[in-house]
């Protein structure tokens, strides 16, 4: 995509843009914000989420934020991700929304690293 394609995606990338490199990728009717191989937010429409654990969890409550929730058209089952929408004052904020984003892209690499498995075993 280029930066002309979307200008919410062009503001996303301007925001974040402390952070690095940033990407963002279609994905499921909305898009994933990636810092190299990390995806530390998620867009819907115009709502920035960003990637939680519990204790960033409870600082973006306490600003009001909202858990992102996904409902499986299929099933019709409603899942609340581990995203958080990103608050209201870090919207117009790049150096706010920097220090979101550096929390955010910290839990999405901690996440990440989580889920790399040992190697597995192989029969003698």
């Known amino acids: 995509m280029t930066r002309m394609d979307n200008p919410f995606h062009n503001y996303v990338e301007d925001l974040f843009a402390k952070l690095g490199r940033i990407r963002i990728r279609k994905m499921f009717g909305g898009a994933g914000v990636y810092a190299g ?29 909202q858990p992102f929730e996904w409902t ?10 581990s995203y958080l929408s990103m608050p209201v004052n ?14 955010a892209l910290a839990v999405a690499i901690e996440s990440r690293r989580a889920k790399v498995k040992s190697p597995r075993r192989r029969p003698l």
């Open 37 to 65: 191989e990390d995806m530390f937010a998620l867009l819907d429409g115009d709502q920035i989420y960003i990637k939680a654990d519990e204790t960033l969890r409870a600082d973006l409550e306490a600003e009001g934020a």
């Open 72 to 81: 499986n058209p299929t099933t019709g089952q409603t899942l609340q991700m």
């Open 90 to 103: 870090a919207l117009d904020d790049p150096e706010e929304a920097t220090d979101w984003g550096q929390k």
